[in-house]
C-alpha cells in the first residue's frame, strides 16, 4: 500500500472512530435494570409498594413524616405549591433537599423522584430563564433549539435539587379555543413528534444516570388536544378535559406521534390525559394504558397520573382506584386523599380485586427508572448539587432564551415596509397592556399555576417595552391606552392575552379584548403608523385590526427575555418564524383542525421575511 493510500485509509478510519465515539450513547433498556429490581421487589412489604406508587402534593402533607413512614415513592410541587419560606432558589433547594433526607430514611433508603411543571424553564422559581411557551418554540422550526432550551431548563430544575419534569407536552391542538393551546407546538404532528423528541433528549440526555439528566414526561397521553367543543370538563367549560370524538385511524395519525417519538428517545414516564376518547376516560382505559402503550410500542417506563384524574373515574374513589391501577396506572397523583389513596389500593388488593402481579409490575417500572437514573447508587449523594446555582438564570441562559425570542416571531403584515423601526426615529410611542408586563409575557404556568400579571419575576426579565427603550435612539413614551401619540414618528401597540392556565383559558370567542382595540384606535388616531404585537397563546380574531394597523407581528408567550421582540421590531434579527397553527377569520370557522380547507386569515407554514 502506497504511502498516499495508507494516509488516506488513515484518514477514514480516524473520520469513522471520530463519529462512533461522537455518537450519543443509547441510553440503556429500562428494563436491563430488572434484576436489581427484582432483587429490592422481593424485600418490599405491600405498604411499601403502594407507597411508591403514590405522589402526594408536598402542600398537602398531613405530616412530613409520612414521606418515610409511608414510603412516598415521589412527591410533586403543583402550580404554585410553593416552599413556605418563600419563593427563592434556596428555599426551593432546601425543600427538596428536606424532603429527600427524609425519605432516605425509611426502611429500604428509597429515594424520592420530586416532580415539577417546567414547562419553559423552571418556571416555578423566581429568577429562573422562562423561555417562550410551545407554541412560539413550534414557529422556530428548529429542533436543535428546543433540545438547548430543554438541556438549560433541566440545568435550571436540577439547581433546585429536582429531578423530575412533567413535560414535554406533545399535545396536537385542533381548536385553538383550548386553554391549553399554548402548551402544544403545533396544530400538525409532524411538527409535534419532531420537537417533542428534541425536547425529550434535551432533558434526559441519553443517559438517565447523567447528574445533569432530569426525568422527561409526555403528555397528556392521548388525544387532549383533540376534545370536541362543548364536552369540556363534563359539560362546564368548552374543551379542557372534554371527549375527543374520533376512530382509532385518526386518534393514531393526528395525536399518538409524540410517543412514538419521545418513546424513542427514552422518555421514561408518561402521563395520561384527563379526557376521554369516545366516551371512555383514558386514565381508566386499559386499550390505551396497557394494550398500545405498553404492550403494542413497547413502553418500559411508569404512568403517572394527572393530578386527582382518576377521582373522575367512579364516583366510590376506591371503586376508582382499582379501576385506574388496573387499566394500567402506574403511580397516582394525588393531593388531599394520599392516606386514603393508599389504604384503598392495599384493601384492593387484599380483596383480590387488583392482582399483586399488577402492582409488582407497577412498583417494577418505578424502581426500573429510578435504578436508570442512578437513585439508588449509594455512593451518589441524592441531594442538591448547589454548585449548579452559579448558572441559575445566567446571562448565557437567557441569551438562547433571546435566541429562542427572536425566532419564535411571525411576521404576519407588513405594508409599506414600516418594518423594521429606525433605532434614530425622533420618537415611538408605545402603548398596549402587554407592552411592558412581565407576566403576560410569561402566561400561564409561570410563577404560580395560571400566572402573574406584572413583574413578579422580579430578577432579569425585560419587558418589551423596556427593551425597546434600551435599543432606541430616540425617545421612547409609553401609555397603556394609546393616548398621548401624537406627534411620535411610530406607535407600537403590545396587546393580546393575560395569563391562563387550563380550562381557565378556555374560550367561546377569541376576539380581542376592547381595551387593545381602543389602544390601537388611540394610536391611530394620531395619524401616524401603527405596529401592532400579539402577546397571547393562540391565533386571535384580529378583525378591524386587521386593516387599521400597519405591521403584525405574532409574538406568543415569549417568556422573560422581551429583548428577542426588540431585536426583531428593529431589524436586529430579521424575522423567519412560520407559523404552526392556522390562523382563523373568525370564530365562526372554528375549530380548524388540521389542513384546514378553510379560506383562513393565514395558513400554517405562514410567515413574512423583511
Ligand atoms: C395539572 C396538569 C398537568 C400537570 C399536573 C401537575 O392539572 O393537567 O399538565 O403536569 O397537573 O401540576
Excluded at 112 to 123: F, I, K, P, R, S
Excluded at 125 to 154: D, M, S, Y
Excluded at 187 to 195: A, G, N, R, S
Excluded at 481 to 492: C, H, L, P, Y
Amino acid at each position: 500500500m502506497t504511502l498516499p493510500r495508507v494516509l488516506l485509509f488513515g484518514a477514514i478510519a480516524g473520520a469513522f472512530l471520530s463519529m462512533q465515539a461522537a455518537a450519543p450513547q443509547k441510553q440503556k433498556s429500562l428494563s436491563s435494570f430488572d434484576p436489581q429490581v427484582k432483587a429490592l421487589l422481593a424485600k418490599m412489604t405491600l405498604e411499601e409498594k403502594v407507597g411508591q406508587m403514590t405522589q402526594p402534593d408536598q402542600a398537602s402533607l398531613k405530616d412530613v413524616a409520612d414521606i418515610e413512614n409511608l414510603a412516598l415513592g415521589s412527591v410533586l410541587s403543583g402550580g404554585g405549591s410553593d416552599p413556605k419560606a418563600g419563593n427563592s432558589l434556596e428555599a426551593w433547594t432546601n425543600l427538596y433537599d428536606g424532603y429527600q433526607k427524609r425519605a432516605l430514611r425509611s426502611r429500604l433508603a428509597i429515594p424520592l423522584l420530586y416532580g415539577v411543571d417546567a414547562l419553559h424553564g423552571h418556571n416555578n422559581v423566581i429568577g429562573a430563564v422562562v423561555f417562550p411557551h410551545n407554541i412560539g418554540l413550534g414557529c422556530t422550526r428548529n429542533p436543535a433549539l428546543v433540545e438547548k432550551i430543554a438541556r438549560i431548563t433541566a440545568i435550571e430544575v436540577r439547581a433546585t435539587g429536582i429531578q423530575w419534569t412533567f413535560a414535554p407536552c406533545v399535545t396536537v391542538p385542533q381548536d385553538i379555543r383550548w386553554g391549553r393551546t399554548y402548551e402544544g407546538f403545533s396544530e400538525d404532528p409532524k411538527l409535534v413528534k419532531t420537537l417533542g423528541e428534541a425536547a425529550t433528549r434535551g432533558l434526559q440526555t441519553a443517559d438517565l444516570s447523567d447528574p445533569l439528566s432530569v426525568l422527561a414526561c409526555a403528555k397528556h397521553y392521548v388525544g387532549d388536544g383533540g376534545t370536541t367543543f362543548g364536552t369540556g370538563m363534563g359539560g362546564k367549560s368548552p374543551l379542557d378535559q372534554g371527549d375527543m370524538r374520533v376512530d382509532e385511524a385518526t386518534m393514531r395519525r393526528l395525536h399518538l406521534q409524540g410517543y412514538v417519538t419521545t418513546l424513542a428517545a427514552g422518555v421514561a414516564t408518561v402521563m395520561p390525559s384527563y379526557s376521554s376518547w369516545n366516551g371512555v376516560k383514558v386514565s381508566g382505559s386499559k386499550q390505551l394504558m396497557t394494550d398500545i402503550l405498553k404492550t403494542e410500542m413497547g413502553f418500559e417506563g411508569f404512568l403517572i397520573s394527572d393530578y386527582n384524574a382518576i377521582d373522575q373515574l367512579d364516583k366510590d374513589y376506591k371503586k376508582a382506584i382499582g379501576i385506574s391501577i388496573n387499566a394500567g396506572m402506574d403511580m397516582v397523583m394525588v393531593t388531599d386523599k394520599y392516606r386514603e389513596y393508599i389504604k384503598g389500593l392495599k384493601e384492593l388488593v387484599q380483596e383480590g380485586v387488583v392482582p399483586m402481579s399488577r402492582i409488582d409490575d407497577a412498583v417494577t417500572r418505578i424502581l426500573r427508572v429510578k435504578f436508570a437514573m442512578g437513585l439508588m447508587d449509594k455512593s451518589r449523594s441524592q441531594l442538591a448539587d448547589r454548585s449548579l446555582w452559579k448558572s441559575f438564570g445566567s446571562a448565557e441562559h437567557r441569551a438562547v432564551a433571546r435566541q429562542a425570542v427572536r425566532e419564535s416571531l411571525v411576521l404576519l403584515k407588513n405594508g409599506k415596509k414600516t418594518l423594521p423601526l429606525k433605532k434614530s426615529a425622533p420618537r415611538i410611542h408605545v402603548a398596549g397592556k402587554n407592552a411592558d408586563d412581565i407576566g403576560n409575557q410569561n402566561g400561564g404556568w409561570t410563577i404560580d399555576w395560571q400566572g402573574i400579571s406584572g413583574n413578579a419575576m422580579t430578577t432579569g426579565g425585560t419587558t418589551i417595552l423596556a427593551a425597546l427603550k434600551g435599543a432606541a435612539q430616540g425617545q421612547v413614551t409609553y401609555s397603556k391606552d394609546g393616548t398621548g401619540a401624537a406627534g411620535a414618528s411610530i406607535g407600537v401597540v403590545v396587546i393580546g392575552e393575560k395569563p391562563y392556565a387550563e380550562m381557565q383559558g378556555d374560550r367561546k370567542s377569541l376576539a380581542l379584548d376592547a381595551a387593545d382595540v381602543a389602544a390601537i384606535n388611540n394610536v391611530k388616531k394620531a395619524g401616524i403608523p401603527v405596529v401592532v404585537v400579539l402577546v397571547s397563546g393562540r391565533p386571535m380574531i384580529l378583525g378591524d385590526v386587521l386593516d387599521q394597523a400597519d405591521a403584525i407581528v405574532a409574538a406568543w408567550l415569549p417568556g422573560t427575555e422581551g429583548a428577542g421582540v426588540s431585536d426583531v421590531l428593529f431589524g436586529d434579527y430579521k424575522p423567519t418564524g412560520k407559523l404552526g397553527f392556522s390562523w382563523p377569520k373568525s370564530d365562526a370557522q372554528l375549530p380548524l383542525g388540521t389542513g384546514n380547507k378553510a379560506d383562513v386569515q393565514y395558513k400554517i407554514g405562514y410567515g413574512l421575511k423583511y
